[in-house]
């Protein structure tokens, strides 16, 4: 396992993870800021509890609305295969056991509107160490 070669090891992109509800009723839950409700419905966790993603990997907090299926250069989202509005972004994180970590942010960004996709971004504060290489000795 290469992930288990690093103290911090972080992932991130489109998992592709829907959330199983019809479309209308999922925008609703939008809407209304019913994301509770929502991620009810999301297959991610359930992957995840499964053991089918990322085994020790954890996803921050996330009190964003879904990152998927927006019409392009708007506000709206799409009705394309009459997919639900989902969090197919993710940023996903796993340490080495004891190390700390504190999510700074995680968020999705709503100004940038060139895609079906909302990019999401997340800020970490980490420990890290800092080995100075042996002085040498000069003799004169």
Same mark, same amino acid.
């Given at each position: 396992d290469i992930t288990a070669e690093a103290d911090y090891c972080f992932w991130? $992109?489109?998992?592709?993870?829907?959330? *199983?509800m019809p479309w209308? &009723?999922?925008?609703? @839950?939008?809407k209304?800021?019913?994301?509770?409700?929502?991620?009810k419905h999301d297959q991610f966790p359930r992957a995840r509890e499964? $053991?089918?993603m990322l085994h020790n990997f954890? *996803? &921050?907090? @996330?009190?964003?609305?879904?990152t998927y299926r927006w019409l392009c250069g708007e506000d709206e989202f799409s009705r394309k295969k009459e997919q639900a509005p989902s969090w197919?972004?993710?940023?996903?994180?796993?340490t080495s056991e004891g190390l700390p970590i504190k999510v700074l942010e995680y968020e999705k960004t709503q100004d940038i509107r060139?895609?079906?996709?909302?990019?999401?971004?997340?800020v970490f504060d980490i420990a890290t160490s800092y080995f100075s290489p042996p002085m040498q000795s000069t003799a004169i």
């Open positions: 991130m $992109g489109d998992l592709n993870y829907r959330v *199983e209308e &009723p999922a925008v609703a @839950c939008v209304s800021n019913d994301l509770a409700e929502l991620r499964n $053991g089918q954890w *996803e &921050p907090q @996330c009190n964003f609305s879904p197919t972004d993710r940023v996903l994180v796993r060139t895609s079906d996709h909302r990019p999401v971004r997340a």
